[in-house]
């Protein structure tokens, strides 16, 4: 791995970050969790491949995405929207494992969320070059309910932003295995990743795949 694609410094040992008076930055957190993963993700993908979106605009996102959990994020003309189904395929949206299931609630808990049930994870894949501009998750019911991201291969700067666009947003390098958890106070921050920069890792090969935890309906 190249894991010093970030002026020459090495993933920082693992604790606990504040980003915000609701946000946290979970050091290396899932790493007990990379192997389980691993091996669920291609049955996943299997049964719902990575496609690339069309924005209400018209456009294709650069980030290619898929979702599993009783709910998953869509966007076309019509819209952004959860929907039960996949609408590439007609079928219900593979289930959510159990393993990923149990990371997602432990990083709420030790984040100050307690009893967090998610019904959705949306499975982004960055190859190097794609990004994702600022924005809110506001596609959801209940903004009490808290997000939980989950980073895994190549590292990234997370963009953490403020209540409105224009606000200058912080560049957090984020590590294989690093978790962020954000709710409260913070639940609608904007939020984005700058340009993934080219590399190897031995989860995700030249790529990073985020998961992204949400109680959606």
Do not use: K
Request: hydrophobic share 40%.
């Amino acid at each position: 791995m190249t894991a010093d694609l970030f002026a020459g410094h090495a993933p920082p040992p693992g604790g606990v970050v504040a980003l915000g008076p609701a946000a946290r930055l979970l050091r290396g957190f899932a790493l007990p969790w990379a192997d389980a993963i691993a091996r669920a993700l291609p049955s996943v993908l299997a049964r719902a491949p990575f496609r690339h979106m069309e924005t209400p605009g018209g456009q294709h996102m650069s980030v290619a995405l898929t979702s599993c959990g009783a709910l998953g994020w869509c966007s076309d003309r019509r819209g952004y929207r959860y929907a039960p189904r996949d609408p590439d395929s007609g079928h219900p949206w593979p289930p959510l494992p159990a393993p990923w299931l149990g990371l997602a609630r432990e990083a709420a808990h030790t984040a100050g969320f307690d009893g967090f049930a998610p019904d959705a994870c949306l499975i982004n894949r960055y190859m190097p070059g794609t990004r994702l501009a600022l924005h809110q998750d506001r596609d959801e019911q209940d903004f009490g309910q808290p997000i939980v991201s989950v980073s895994l291969g190549l590292p990234a700067a997370f963009l953490w932003g403020g209540a409105r666009r224009a606000d200058r947003a912080e560049r957090v390098p984020l590590f294989h295995g690093d978790v962020v958890v954000w709710g409260g106070a913070d639940r609608l921050r904007f939020h984005g990743v700058a340009p993934v920069r080219a590399g190897e890792h031995p989860f995700a090969g030249g790529q990073r795949i985020n998961l992204t935890f949400r109680r959606a309906g």
